[in-house]
């Protein structure tokens, strides 16, 4: 059984950086795509960033230059470093991957809050 395990929300203030984690464990043979994604109360789930196993990345236009993918192939582990946070970034934060031969997960979600 494949668990994605999310780490690294909280409250913030404007201006200052999280860094989330996800790790995924199980029986796996390969992981494809890791990336993130997020909503916001009374909003649907947007895309933030995707990073494939060969390290390209992809960023929505609203996180360019503020927030950073990253991904550690040994550990099975994405990341997403968030910097220069603002408060229209508070949203919970779900890290998804693709697995070969096994499908599309998501993690619970962890909680953003940037105050003002």
């Known amino acids: 059984q494949v668990q994605l395990v999310e780490s690294g929300g909280g409250l913030v203030q404007a201006g200052g950086s999280l860094r989330l984690s996800c790790a995924v464990s199980?029986?796996?043979?390969?992981?494809?795509?890791m990336g993130w994604y997020r909503q916001a109360p009374g909003k649907q789930r947007e895309f933030v960033a995707t990073i494939t196993s060969g390290g390209s990345t992809n960023y929505a236009d609203s996180v360019k230059g503020r927030f950073a993918i990253s991904r550690d192939n040994a550990k099975n582990t994405v990341y997403l470093q968030m910097n220069s946070l603002k408060p229209e970034d508070t949203a919970v934060y779900y890290c998804n991957t693709l697995i070969i031969a096994l499908g599309t997960y998501w993690g619970q979600g962890t909680q953003v809050t940037v105050s003002s």
């Open positions: 199980g029986t796996i043979f390969k992981i494809s795509a």
